[in-house]
């Protein structure tokens, strides 16, 4: 049975941090790219970040860029996202999600994954 469960979320103040964590199982963690995704009740779900198999690149919003960090660990099949520098327009829902496409080695889209968490609450204040 896949799972992913996501945790570190929270409420922080503007130029705060928070560190989000996605423990995964029931699939071969290294055969998938993870990515990290937030949601609003106004807007679509977005990508935050992303990372290849095992962890060789990565892909941010222009909106994170310079300010979160993607990386994950193999060895305990958990990928994380350390966020800096928080602002209130980061306070969202924010999503693990996990995907083996063919053809492609890092997801940008939600069409690209194949498993998604329950989410963590995220929620910056000025």
């Known amino acids: 049975q896949v799972q992913l469960v996501e945790s570190g979320g929270g409420s922080v103040q503007a130029g705060g941090s928070l560190r989000l964590s996605c423990a995964a199982s029931?699939?071969?963690?290294?055969?998938?790219?993870m990515g990290w995704f937030r949601q609003t009740p106004d807007k679509e779900r977005e990508v935050v970040a992303s990372i290849t198999r095992v962890g060789g690149r990565s892909y941010y919003a222009d909106s994170v860029k310079g300010r979160f960090t993607i990386s994950q660990d193999n060895a305990v099949n958990t990928v994380y996202l350390q966020m800096n520098s928080l602002k209130p327009e980061d306070t969202a829902m924010y999503y693990c999600?996990?995907?083996?496409?063919?053809?492609?080695?890092?997801?940008?889209?939600?069409?690209?994954?194949?498993?998604w968490g329950q989410g963590t609450q995220v929620s910056v204040s000025s």
């Open positions: 029931g699939f071969t963690f290294s055969s998938y790219y």
């Open positions: 999600a996990a995907g083996a496409r063919w053809g492609r080695t890092v997801g940008v889209a939600v069409s690209d994954y194949d498993y």
